[in-house]
């Protein structure tokens, strides 16, 4: 799955010292931010992977952004490219930092800050799945999942594009075999589609197979 990074740098910053082209080429998805507020609003909107901040050649005044983007308590890994000895007053206590210039210590070091985060988000057309913290980002709106829940999307997720009977799913999400009062199980898919589609009373992503179960669809029409 591709990698979404939020790249944070000056807006003048000369072409040379950009690191959009060098990310790029490694076919991870790239958004660029300027401001602390762009960056704000960029991580509520996308759930990035990972942000980068790219200060090798100009003072980003990183504190502002990095309580910017902390106000949105997502807790997306970060790296810093710049000046250890200049910046390290500066910065979170956890910031991984390397030095510029360097395009493959780049990779490498976003491949081991990220280790722990693979597969935190599954994407879809119109929906992120935040697997960490049980929630889902949809239409720009984030909605907290109940453990059960969350434990009923991943499974469907799982199955994506395959019908899942009534019964496979009270086995797994219930632990229970007994199909005599299946209500429960139809109260939390109406709780899912209020937050995963957009006309609730129409799904198109969380279908019904009649006489089976259900069904979640990858690219819904």
Not at 34 to 52: G, S
Not at 114 to 128: G, M, S, V, Y
Not at 146 to 153: A, D, F, N
Request: aromatic share 6%; charged share 25%; proline share 5%.
């Amino acid at each position: 799955m591709t990698m979404h990074i939020l790249l944070i740098e000056h807006k003048n910053l000369a072409a040379s010292k950009s690191l959009v082209s060098d990310l790029e080429n490694q076919d991870f998805q790239v958004t660029v931010a300027h401001t602390p507020e762009t960056a704000a609003e960029k991580t509520q909107l996308l759930w990035p992977d990972l942000i980068i901040f790219n200060s090798a050649s100009s003072d980003l005044k990183l504190p502002s952004f990095q309580k910017a983007i902390n106000n949105i308590s997502l807790n997306i890994p970060h790296i810093v490219v710049g000046d250890e000895t200049r910046l390290l007053d500066r910065v979170n206590t956890d910031t991984v930092f390397i030095a510029p210039g360097n395009p493959q210590q780049l990779t490498q070091t976003i491949k081991q800050v990220t280790a722990k985060q693979q597969d935190r988000f599954l994407r879809f057309p119109n929906l992120i799945v935040d697997c960490q913290q049980r929630q889902v980002l949809h239409q720009a709106e984030c909605f907290h999942l109940t453990p059960k829940t969350y434990t009923l999307l991943r499974l469907l997720i799982d199955y994506q594009d395959k019908d899942l009977s009534r019964k496979a799913i009270m086995k797994h999400v219930w632990e229970t075999d007994y199909m005599g009062d299946t209500r429960t199980l139809d109260v939390h898919i109406r709780w899912l589609r209020e937050k995963i589609e957009n006309d609730p009373s129409h799904p198109q992503r969380l279908i019904t197979i009649r006489g089976v179960g259900y069904r979640f669809i990858t690219h819904p029409e």
